[in-house]
């Protein structure tokens, strides 16, 4: 990179209030320069135009900066940092300087620099960022702001429908989910628990029922059919307990469930085998004393300790279905939790994602709509903040461009007003006097029409003299016989003052129409005063157009 020698280390400071500004191409070759950026680099206008730019690039600014510069400008962003210049001889000066893409019909075509005059602090500041620039070969940049540029106002509506659809599949996934465990819960409860509540309660029924049976026929002693009906009854019910007690067998249970069980159905084995069957069989022989032994002391301790085992073995399905309810409803309970807990999730992210794209993107909006009308009251003193990301930070970026502009076109319509008011001073100066003159000269020629017109009569009357001499010589020489040459001579003194006269006259005609011509450019001259004085309040209208941004 090209370094531009010799310095001689003294700051020319840059005057308050103005601004220097230069635009170059795209290649950063200068097109243009103002007034106050000629005198302060020293340059003057012809060197400047054409060169490129690194011209008062001054050696102490690291080339990373203007690297970071190019690449700022080359994304359509405005760049601004506080920069060292080089004057010509040698000088430096310091600007706060905003670079910023011009543009037409939306491609770049080239650039534009607006400086002003850097605060010590700022320049401070700028010494020791070029000195961590120069040591790490790199711009500090803020940091943590790399993901923030991701965050767009069409990425966040994108976001925000993807998190709300996700929420909603989340949602319904856990709505069904939990309707289904919920279900299948209480499918298993009912079948792996009530099921069997219900078999053996039904077993323990029917043993209940086949001893009354045997009891109703021992109190009435019955014979023949109603013997054979309490037998039947007692045939029924007993296949009906064995079939509920397949059912119950195939059913999945624990170890402990299992042995319960067993000792029940082998209790209820003794109870048929060694209660019931003697019992029936001594009825059926009508030996109902026999039958009566066996209902007491066989049956019913035989019952009673069947019914214990039946007892022991609901008291643990009851037990371990209460157990299972609880599970099944601190299952529900979670899924509750979880859905609260999601629901509530869900809706402080949508809260803090809604205040976060609120801060991102309402509230730089609205600054740039305070942005816009403090521009439209004509203040363009105020800074816009460019920092932003997204498209509310491209609103920001095309209101500070618009503003430095503005600024930029107020500052040229001022010189130029200034050079119209100017240069109408020296032309209303010009015509006061060459309307001076005009009226002198009007004078003259009239002063000379005047003095010829008399002059031109004078001759008229001299020819007429010289005729009459004419006639009297002739006449004189006829009586004395020697006027001839008299009469001659005063015909040719006539004959030169008719002419003269007569050119006289031609010249008096002349200088009328020279008269009238100076006329003619004194009522130019007085329209060229009118539309000065009319272009001189066009300038003043100008003023006060830049006084309503000021």
Known sequence: MKKNFPVTGQEKTVQEGIRL????????????????????SGFTRDELLGSSHNIVRHPDVPPIVFEDM????????PWRGVVKNRCKDGDHYWVDAHVVPVRKNGETIGYMSVRTAASRDDIAKAEALYAEAARTGQVPRQSGASWRRFMTVRNGAALGIVFVTLMMIAGGILGITGLTLSS???????????APVQAIGRINFLMADNRAQVALSLREEATGERVRGYMAALERNKREIDALW?????LPHGERERTLAEGYWQARNRYVESGLMPARAALEKGDFAAAGTAM????????????????????????????NFRA????????????????????????????????????PLQSAVV??????????????????????????????????????????????????????????TTMMNLAEHSEEQHDRVYQTVDAASLSAEGLGRLADEAERMMLMSEQVGGVAGDGGEMAKMAQELAAAVRIEAFSLGDTVGQMNQVAMLIVENRGEVQGAWAASQRLEKTAQELDKLVKYFD
């Open 371 to 428: 942005a816009l009308e403090r521009i439209a009251e004509g203040n363009l003193s105020g800074e816009a903040d460019t920092s932003g990301f997204g498209e509310p930070g491209r609103v920001m970026t095309g209101v500070a461009i618009m503003q430095l502009h503005l600024k930029v076109m107020m500052d040229e319509i001022r010189v130029s007003s200034g050079s119209i008011r100017e240069q109408c001073q020296r032309l209303n």
């Open 296 to 323: 007491s002391e066989r049956v019913n301790p035989l019952y009673d300790d069947a019914n214990r085992q039946a007892a022991a073995l609901l008291e643990f399905l009851s037990t371990k279905a209460e157990a």
């Open 246 to 250: 397949r059912d119950y067998i195939k």
């Open 21 to 40: 500004v230069s635009r170059t191409d795209t290649k950063g070759i200068i097109t243009f320069a103002n007034d106050n950026f000629v005198a302060q």
């Open 70 to 77: 190019w690449e700022t400008l080359k994304k359509g962003l």
């Open 328 to 363: 099944v409803a601190d299952r529900n309970q979670l899924i509750i939790v979880v859905a609260i807990v999601g629901i509530t999730a869900g809706c402080l992210i949508v809260l803090f994602a809604g205040i976060y794209f609120f801060r991102a993107t309402v509230v």
């Open 184 to 194: 299948k819960a209480m499918s298993g409860l009912y079948h792996e628990e009530m």
